[in-house]
């Protein structure tokens, strides 16, 4: 679809807020805001061709101050406040966009950009960086997953009877099919045959369609070289339903099922009375993937992983908390199947998918 195009369906400043949004919302909460929707003006202009009324580079540095000094420490009142299930998904709609944005952020300076030679090294550092925090953004939610799924905790996880329990399944799957829809979107965009950059969806994409939901996204593919000047949409499900492809069609979106098109399934017990395996979405499937490429043990424990990126994203954390992260990788890895080919299939799969329906 024409960039202009794409960019007319959705508004230039507006997002729709939740209604159920507590009173009491940190006001940390509305900084961040402010932040998201600048990028979401930012990149309307960027599509539309029109001139920047945002300075991209202020926006960057400011944004970036406010991830390292506020939004880990907002992360983990928000997880600590105990709020009902109304209160949960719309603070979660909320901060939906940081938790997309932040380990991918370095992607912003893409779209739009040259594709000379120090571009393209930029750009395959920059996603290699970004699948790596992705997978290290979704290890504590895989391992205690598992931890919530196995016999000894008779297998609450998956319990039908357990309404709280399915409330926790429901956005612990929908995050790590989020995490795998990003992870699969930015490994295809370094292809030189599928030519578009990734960002995360800023709010007035995500949800500022005008109440239109089968336009709201997660991601943007912005097309480069021969694809340059048209973008689209993606919408990522855990199990996507007949109600959600008939929802999210049309030029401007692609709907990505992580059952279906990322293999995010798998066999497990969901009954202590039975040994049968039923067939159950499994999100995070590709972050183990990546995961596994983390060396926990032996000689490159030392340097606390196997490339620069990890050496360096460890030398910035206390002993503790590097022990910590480590132990997380290793457990993560002993708890879920890694399947080697399962990346660059599912690379493979929505890259066509995006192509398919980019230039059209």
């Not at 336009?215 to 919408?235: C, K, L, P």
């Not at 060396?295 to 620069?308: F, L, Q």
Request: hydrophobic residues 40%; aromatic residues 8%.
């Amino acid at each position: 679809m024409k960039s202009p195009s794409f960019a007319e369906l959705y508004s230039y400043d507006e997002a729709w807020i939740p209604s159920s949004l507590p009173d009491d919302t940190p006001p940390e909460v509305a900084v961040g805001e402010m932040y998201a929707r600048q990028h979401g003006m930012l990149l309307h202009d960027m599509l539309s061709g029109k001139r920047l009324e945002i300075d991209p580079k202020k926006l960057f540095v400011d944004y970036y101050r406010w991830i390292a000094e506020e939004w880990q420490p907002l992360r983990a009142e928000i997880k600590a406040y105990d709020y009902d299930v109304d209160a949960q998904n719309a603070m979660r709609i909320v901060i939906g966009f940081h938790k997309r944005n932040e380990p991918m952020r370095s992607l912003w300076s893409f779209p739009g950009s040259d594709n000379s030679d120090e571009t393209s090294i930029r750009r395959n550092n920059f996603t290699s960086i970004s699948m790596q925090n992705i997978a290290l953004y979704s290890v504590e939610s895989i391992v205690e997953r598992a931890r919530r799924a196995s016999i000894e905790n008779r297998l609450r996880y998956l319990s039908d009877d357990d309404e709280v329990e399915q409330v926790y399944r429901s956005m612990v799957e929908g995050d790590l099919a989020e995490a795998d829809g990003a992870l699969a979107l930015i490994n295809a965009s370094r292809q030189k045959r599928f030519p578009f950059d990734i960002v995360a969806a800023p709010p007035q994409f995500e949800r500022g369609s005008g109440g239109n939901k089968g336009r709201n996204v997660d991601y943007i593919a912005v097309g480069r070289g021969d694809a340059a000047g048209h973008s689209i949409g993606v919408q990522v499900k855990a199990r996507a339903t007949l109600e959600d492809m008939e929802t999210y069609q049309g030029d401007h979106c692609v709907l990505l099922c992580a059952a279906t098109d990322l293999g995010d399934t798998a066999h497990r017990r969901t009954n202590m009375a039975s040994s049968y395996l039923a067939h159950v979405s499994w999100a995070g499937s590709l972050a183990v993937s990546v995961l596994d490429q983390i060396k926990t043990v032996g000689r490159g424990k030392k340097n606390a992983g196997s490339d620069d990126f990890i050496r360096k994203y460890f030398a910035t954390l206390p002993p503790y908390q590097q022990k910590h992260i480590l132990t997380l990788i290793a457990k993560a890895k002993s708890v879920e199947r890694c399947d080697p080919n399962g990346l660059a299939r599912a690379s493979n799969i929505v890259g066509d998918r995006i192509m398919h329906k980019l230039i059209v």
